[in-house]
């Protein structure tokens, strides 16, 4: 009879550890509750984890340029209030590209102070965090968002559209996950942005502008933050303006989830789909079993330090090491 190495076992539990995790998770939601597993319930959850997946497509370029974002949420909040006041104010067709412009001009100002002026993105964008949500009350008022004719507007295609029986927001979450996908790994760029996020010195000597490549990414989890806003609004038609409170520790879970390192330098758009498909079948299962959802917020915290543990493990190649 074989027998395993432990260090071979802890190094495959390192490496594979939260796909193994998965798979016995799904097969446990499928025992206790049969419909987790069918069509109409896959594509459910696939349809409500699009918003969340389309802002961690853009946050994993910040991940992987050994960067932070914590402000998705509150941006997210933002943007889907801008679009919702302005439909009724100029009117969908103008109410969409202002709300990008707006959006977009928020991330490049993170990224100006992160990648030019060298903040720590961890407090620039927490203090942003913070700072996009009172941007949001203000321009509020405090007040939630409607649209005053919900049934005679076009707007709610991005969210409650279907095209060849399939929910508008998953071909979005497809078509921007293939888009920027290619971007990263097959495009000068995306080298640029590895390149910078494993070991940022060494890139600047060979002639890479660091700044300016942080700053761009920073500009495209903008731009995926504002597809998030824009679907949010369009599938409700209404909204309140903490609508995206909390989204950015489970936005950083799915992209950790996918394989993204913390320290920068490594992580794929394919693996962060991943990651955000793991997050919301726990998270349906959880609800299927006859969990309340507030359950879900301490799962998540646990998925989170699972995937940091297994992320730094992966690194050194043991679950853990005897040296404090």
Known sequence: M??????????VLAKQGILIAFALFMIAFTIANPKFISVDNVFSVVRSSAIL???ALGVTFVVISGNLDLSVGSMMSFSTIVVLDLHDKVGPALAIPLMFAMTLCLGAFIGFLVGYLRLNSLIVTLGMLSAIHGLTLTYSGGQNMDIADKEGTWFSVFGQGTALGIPVPILIFVALAALLGLTLARTPYGRKVYAVGGNGTAATFSGIRRARTVF???????GC???????????????QNTVGQGLELEVLAAVILGGASLLGGSGTIFKTVIGVLIL????????????????QFVVTWIIIILAVWLDIAAKRGKLWSMIA
Request: proline content about 0%; charged content about 10%; aromatic content about 10%.
């Open 53 to 55: 997946g389309v802002m």
């Open 280 to 295: 919301g079948f726990i998270q349906n299962g959880l609800l299927l079993v006859g969990l309340q959802f507030y359950v």
């Open 216 to 222: 761009t990414c920073y500009l495209i989890s903008a």
């Open 225 to 239: 933050v504002a597809t998030a806003g824009l679907i949010q609004a369009s599938r409700s038609l209404g909204s």
């Open 2 to 11: 074989a027998v395993f190495d432990k260090r071979e076992i802890g190094s």
